[in-house]
């Protein structure tokens, strides 16, 4: 798949040296990348699936969990979870995450 050669974390340890450097003055060593969930509205969500799409923002979303580098690289992302499903639980449910 054409999207493994731009999106993947650091294979090698020039990769994470490269990266672990943008990070150095602010956090403890080894740190790779920051994590985000971000959640997008879906406009188009059939009305039997609202609920399981809808929570705080009253309007059903689709979350993304994104990791990427301080220099501006997606690592990683996550498929779609449901908007109702907590930002742990997809962490918790990354392999990415968990396999660090």
Known sequence: ???DDYIYMPTNNEDMEFIEEG???YV???CVGSINIVHIGWDACAAADHVHYSE???YPTIAYEVICSNHKKILSFTL????THGDKMIIKSDKTVCSL
């Open 28 to 30: 403890p060593p080894g």
């Open 1 to 3: 798949m054409i999207m």
């Open 23 to 25: 990070y150095a003055q």
């Open 56 to 58: 705080k923002e009253k």
């Open 80 to 83: 779609g979870s449901p908007g």
